[in-house]
Nanobody, 123 residues
């Protein structure tokens, strides 16, 4: 399976912006659907956004629509999550994941996972 590594997390203030990156290894990265998920302490891991192989199909959780943008650069084997208007309740560990097939929004639909990157929003 494809291996994934997240980066770009950190400590920011409410209202600031941050861009997360998900770098993949392997020669077939462009064939995978990639999703972003997050998990806060004491809570279940939840869906944030997903993108298909071409970037034509994208999906977002209702809570982040209009604030977050998912994109991919297959030449660089990287998927990005641009986060604008950050809120304290967005504080969590953010994970990227990959799967074969169409867009999906459930944790159990994704088989390959990165190690996660911490995002902390202060106010």
């Amino acid at each position: 399976q494809v291996q994934l590594v997240e980066s770009g997390g950190g400590l920011v203030q409410a209202g600031d912006s941050l861009r997360l990156s998900c770098a993949a290894s392997g020669r077939t990265f462009s064939s995978y659907v990639v999703g972003w998920f997050r998990q806060a302490p004491g809570k279940e891991r939840e869906f944030v956004a997903a993108i298909n192989w071409s970037g034509a199909n994208r999906d977002y959780a209702d809570s982040v629509k209009g604030r977050f943008t998912i994109s991919r650069d297959n030449a660089k084997k990287t998927v990005y999550l641009q986060m604008n208007g950050l809120k304290p309740e967005y504080t969590a560990v953010y994970y990227c994941a990959a799967r074969w097939g169409g867009i999906a929004t459930h944790v159990t639909d994704f088989g390959s996972w990165g190690q996660g990157t911490q995002v902390t929003v202060s106010s």
